[in-house]
């Protein structure tokens, strides 16, 4: 999914960025974690809350730094094929730089709500009710609203241990035009075979729709600056959700087979990224949704591979694991165009397709594809997603 341009900026979003205390401006507290980020720089107050970096910590060499400001993952280090600390995700160094929406809105690591992904048109019915939603994305709703949607907003967060944080949020009825007084709960934890592990619950007071995801960019090259063209990636999916030239899917279950969209043998990514293939010219990359060959039946088996992306450079291999019948593959494709050069960013100025997003979620615009999973959640239910993406080296 593409970063959140500034012209969709309102003025919530405004209010928001002033409310931000500096952070960045502060000095370096001396106190470094793995990934170079020093704590001093996300310790603020935004919307009236504490915001500061959580550090997740393993015996076996992996660090993820998280901020309750939007759920969003930081850092990402884990061991590369010589042992060496290596940070795989994409994002800023400071507080300030997230909660700037206006100079520099993005999605970076955040846990994204109330539905992640875009909603045709900003409207669907439920219930012979229907809804209408905070356009930000053209005439279309992405991301639940993008900058007054969950990414953007403060989390309460407990550390459970040093290797658990769990994050909580309440979404009142009518945000952003969403039915129902949502409570959410994202709970991040790592495990000693270095597995970042993720599951997101929510119940409501009034059925509403929900489609939570995690918005990691990943880099395993561990060098930001640069192409991911060499990365491998796999899809374990036979099937595709082809998209119109605004990202909303056509309501089409399309076979990869045949087409650049076939991933269900391991492949750089750059050997297709420029074809000239309808669907990678519209989006200019990677911006689709892949139907999991993981999912049967109504129901997701999260102990098999999904997907992966390997890093031939560093022999970081990265595999996810989800519940969901679909992952939406993103390549970056408004990275380093528009604004973005001009934004200071963790690790350097960000070249077009520098990174992966893999998210697991329900289909794109499922309220109005009704033969589609139905992300609905009704009053006495819990919702329930997991994903996890498990590191290591060959």
């Known amino acids: 999914m593409k970063t959140l341009k500034a012209s969709f900026v309102g003025l919530g979003a405004v209010a928001l960025m002033m409310s931000a205390c500096a952070g960045g401006g502060q000095k370096a507290n001396g106190n470094l974690t793995v990934s170079g980020l020093d704590p001093a720089k996300f310790e ?28 969003r993952v930081v850092s990402l280090v884990v061991p590369d094929r010589d042992g060496k600390p290596t940070d795989v995700v994409l994002g800023f160094d400071n507080i300030d730089q997230y909660a700037d929406t206006l100079n520099s809105p993005s999605d970076y690591g955040s846990s994204v709500g109330r539905y992640a992904n875009r909603i045709k048109d900003a409207k669907f019915t439920l219930n012979g009710t229907e809804y209408q939603l905070k356009a930000n994305d053209k005439v279309n709703c992405l991301h639940g609203g993008g900058t007054t949607g969950w990414m953007n907003k403060v989390y309460d967060a407990e550390q459970v241990d040093d290797q658990t944080l769990r994050l909580t949020i309440v979404a009142e009825d009518g945000e ?60 374990n999916a036979d099937n595709f959700t082809p998209s119109d030239k605004l990202y909303i899917p056509t309501g089409e279950i399309k076979p990869v087979e045949g087409t ?48 992966s992306l390997y890093s031939p450079k560093t022999g970081i291999l990265m595999e996810m694991f989800t519940n969901e019948p679909g992952v939406q593959v993103y390549s970056g494709n408004f990275q380093g165009v528009g604004n973005e050069p001009n934004i200071k960013h963790k690790g350097g100025v960000y070249p077009q397709h520098v990174s992966i997003c893999l998210e697991s979620q329900k289909y794109p615009d499922s309220p109005n594809k009704k033969d589609w999973v139905q992300p609905t959640l009704k009053p006495g239910e819990k919702y329930y997603s997991h994903a996890a993406y498990r590191f290591s080296t060959k």
């Open 260 to 307: 650049p969209m076939d991933f269900r043998t391991p492949h750089a990514v750059g050997d297709s990224i420029k074809s000239d293939y309808d669907q990678i010219q519209n989006a200019g990359g990677y911006d689709h949704n892949w139907c999991l060959n993981t999912y049967k039946d109504g129901k997701g088996d999260d102990t098999q591979v999904c997907a």
């Open 176 to 235: 952003n035009g969403f039915p129902g007084t949502v409570t959410a709960v994202t709970t991040y934890k790592i495990t000693e075979d270095n597995t970042l592990d993720i599951t997101w619950e929510a119940t409501t007071d009034k059925e509403t729709i929900i489609n939570q995801t995690n918005h990691n960019y990943y880099n395993l090259n561990g060098d930001f600056t640069q192409p991911g063209y060499d990365m491998v990636l796999y899809v």
């Open 44 to 71: 603020t107050v935004i919307q009236e809350k504490p915001v500061k970096l959580y550090t997740l910590k393993n015996d076996g060499g992996m660090e993820v730094c998280i901020t309750n400001y939007g759920g």
